[in-house]
């Protein structure tokens, strides 16, 4: 389930947003999840952060996306977009499209910002995840096992903006 850090992750997040930026190019692309956390073990699954001007601009562009490989998520969080690109039955990008008023507050950014900037937090996150993926018989309890220290990280990281807690799960 898990891989050690590959060098490679950057390149393949710099591919993906160029594509996406195709698409639209006034779209904001950011690397978030594992993957753009330097030495941080991760499912090899690219995890991007998109600001869009509107969700129905994403909605207006999903035949577009579609034809590059990138499909919508049949359940997913109700405060954002999600595609997902796969190779056979395997998930390799996941890009979350988000409004210009939810970016300053995205949970997923600022998680990747405090795990890149609190050393003895990522190394919790890592034991962590390392102890999830063991003991997980798939990836949504791989998910769960790790929510509380994500929440327990993401509230400190919104406290430290002045920004209200808010629920992972969306």
Do not use: N
Not at 22 to 30: N, T
């Amino acid at each position: 389930m898990l891989e050690e850090y590959d060098h490679r992750w950057p390149e393949l997040y710099t591919r993906a947003a160029a594509e996406l930026l195709d698409v639209e190019p006034s779209w904001e692309v950011e690397h978030i999840g594992s993957t753009a956390i330097p030495g941080m073990a991760a499912k090899p699954i690219i995890d991007l952060a998109v600001r869009v001007g509107s969700l129905a601009e994403v909605r207006a562009r999903l035949d577009e996306l579609a034809a590059r490989g990138w499909l919508r998520i049949a359940r997913g969080p109700r405060s954002h977009l999600v595609l997902v690109k796969q190779q056979g039955p395997r998930r390799t990008h996941i890009a979350h499209f988000f409004v210009v008023e939810q970016w300053a507050g995205c949970h997923q950014r600022l998680f990747r910002d405090w795990l890149l900037t609190h050393q003895q937090d990522a190394e919790r996150y890592l034991d962590v995840k390392r102890r999830a993926a063991q003991l997980a018989s798939d990836g949504p309890d791989y998910t769960a096992r790790k929510a509380a220290v994500v929440q327990e990280i993401v509230d400190r990281a919104r406290a430290a903006q002045g920004l209200p807690q808010a629920d992972i799960a969306e």
